[in-house]
């Protein structure tokens, strides 16, 4: 009985525990789903509570963070595109400049070559215009380029004297090892000079192109350069009036030039050596190599180049902006006009700072009053009258006025020379001749226009 009442006593303690303990799960079940919906329902009144806000609030806060990155990304995938096409286009750029460098130096050397291939007596301009010369008749005709046949030396090379069919006495230019002038210079002569024919432009009679040899034949000048008649040599100077026959003829072979040919050309070489006289002492301008054809069309008045020409006579224009223009073969002349009065060179260095540049001293000297007359060659000064200088020095002024629209034309000049010349004429045949208060007047239709310009400048200076 007591072992019946001891299992009972046993089952009835078990069943209550299991009770106990399935009624805890149920109502912990219970409670759990019950916050679930809470949590569901009022997410704000939870959101303080919940131990796990920092989780359920950190997905927002890692949006920007994603963006942010993403944005950076871009960023830099962008840069390095950018990078790389600006690094692609220079890598091209220079692929093609060295391409068309290439083939620039190829079509160069190819001209060159085919020209020193050439056989003998060949020549690719027409006979008419000019002669080709074999070397063996070059050869013969200044035994051998002998040094006693030398009678120039220039920036192409020696100028030996020779003869053509025995009896036409010429001058021959030989290309030297070195020189600072090359084929496109030689070939740039013949194509001018065998088209341009003028009473004061050198004439080029023929070319020698053979056995690495690069030739030129011209007319021979007796009297040789300016230069050499004005300083620098025995020959006896010259007079003023004869002076001004040289400038008047040479002023027109440079206004044919820029007026009167086909194309207007730049000289772009003008000075005192590059006048030569002939026996008759009438004036001819040489030496073609560095010529341009000059800016075409109403809206181009200068063209775009590299400085060349000779130190001295460089027209500022050029040397300091590149811009060459007809002008600038007048500036150059007006400093030949200068040599011819002062009868020294451009550039002297044996002189004092101040006195070297023939150009700045005579500026100065003018500016500040100085007596001109003291500048003026000793052989000329007692043959020229000072109204004559006057006007003289105003035409000069005006060549080498800084400004190339301020300085005259060639046609100007040459009106101006021919008046000066005819002044002269008439002092010397009349030595009672009366000064004008003006510079010059003239009915002169050919310069009358400049003339009335320079006569009303030197009333007003007067």
């Not at 020698?208 to 030129?216: G, H, K, P, S, V």
């Not at 007079?239 to 000289?267: C, D, S, V």
Request: with cysteine; glycine share 6%.
């Amino acid at each position: 009985m007591e072992a019946h009442k001891l299992k009972e006593l046993i089952f009835r303690s078990s069943y209550n525990d299991y009770q106990t303990r399935t009624h805890n799960i149920v109502n912990r079940d219970v409670i759990l789903n019950g916050i679930e919906i809470f949590k569901i329902s009022n997410n704000n009144n939870l959101a303080g509570l919940n131990p796990m806000k920092h989780v359920v609030l950190s997905s927002p806060k890692q949006l920007p963070t994603q963006q942010s990155k993403s944005k950076k990304s871009t960023i830099v995938m962008v840069s390095v595109v950018g990078l790389s096409c600006l690094l692609l286009a220079f890598v091209m750029g220079i692929i093609i400049y060295v391409k068309r460098r290439r083939r620039f130096e190829s079509h160069l050397q190819m001209e060159e070559n085919s020209w020193k291939t050439k056989k003998k007596g060949s020549s690719t301009l027409p006979s008419h215009l000019c002669r080709y010369f074999t070397i063996e008749e070059i050869r013969a005709t200044t035994n051998n380029f002998e040094d006693i046949f030398i009678i120039g030396v220039g920036g192409f090379g020696n100028v030996y004297k020779g003869y053509i069919d025995e009896v036409t006495p010429v001058a021959i230019k030989r290309l030297k090892s070195g020189s600072r002038q090359g084929v496109k210079e030689f070939l740039n002569e013949i194509e001018l000079l065998s088209q341009l024919r003028h009473i004061h432009l050198v004439s080029l009679i023929g070319y020698c192109n053979e056995d690495t040899e690069m030739i030129l034949v011209y007319d021979f000048m007796q009297r040789g350069t300016l230069r050499e008649n004005l300083y620098g040599s025995d020959i006896e100077p010259l007079r003023w009036n004869k002076r001004l026959e040289i400038l008047l003829g040479a002023a027109r072979g440079l206004h044919y030039l820029h007026a009167g040919a086909k194309h207007n050309i730049i000289h772009r070489d003008v000075k005192s050596t590059n006048i030569l006289l002939d026996e008759k002492c009438v004036a001819k301008v040489s030496d073609f190599g560095l010529s341009k054809v000059g800016p075409t069309g109403i809206s181009n008045s200068h063209i775009s180049t590299m400085v060349k020409g000779s130190i001295g006579y460089l027209d500022p224009e050029c040397y300091l902006r590149h811009r060459l223009t007809l002008k600038s073969d007048v500036y150059s002349f007006g400093v030949v006009l200068l040599e011819v009065l002062c009868a020294r060179p451009p550039l002297d260095h044996s002189l004092d700072t101040q006195n070297v540049s023939l150009v700045v001293m005579f500026k100065r000297c003018y500016n500040e009053g100085v007596i001109i007359e003291e500048l003026v060659d000793p052989f000329i000064k007692d043959s020229i009258t000072s109204e004559c200088l006057k006007c003289y020095c105003q035409m000069v002024l005006s060549c080498l006025h800084e400004d190339g629209n301020q300085r005259m034309s060639m046609s100007d000049v040459v009106g101006t020379l021919e008046f000066l010349l005819q002044l002269v004429m008439n002092e010397e045949d009349n030595n009672n001749f009366e000064e004008s208060d003006v510079c010059f007047t003239s009915s002169s239709d050919d310069y009358g226009s400049h003339t009335s310009k320079l006569s009303t400048i030197s009333t007003s200076t007067s």
